[in-house]
């Protein structure tokens, strides 16, 4: 699969291998330096991929006057006095 075409989600569990092979202490070397390499690759993947993330979620999110929205919901106050437990 090609590094561009994967899935955050794909990214992250090949990152988490990684990790858990190069903590393990049974690598050689080399193979230490290629699981690093692919390692700092998926992480640029998955920045790029949440930093696209982030966008598409501002523009969602915008008011009318396209200005970033910063509260999503406004909460209203809601009377309590109306409400009786016993």
Do not use: H, W
């Not at 202490?25 to 390499?37: I, V």
């Not at 390692?39 to 008011?63: F, M, P, S, Y």
């Amino acid at each position: 699969m090609a590094e561009k075409k994967q899935t955050f989600e794909t990214a992250i569990a090949r990152l988490e291998a990684i990790v858990q092979a190069m903590e393990s202490g049974q690598l050689p070397l080399e193979e230490l330096l290629e699981r690093y390499e692919e390692g700092n690759r998926l992480v640029k993947i998955c920045g790029e991929k949440l930093a696209a993330a982030e966008k598409r979620i501002e523009i969602v999110t915008r008011n009318a006057a396209g200005e970033p929205q910063t509260a999503p919901f406004e909460s209203k106050p809601t009377k309590r006095d109306d409400v009786s437990l016993f």
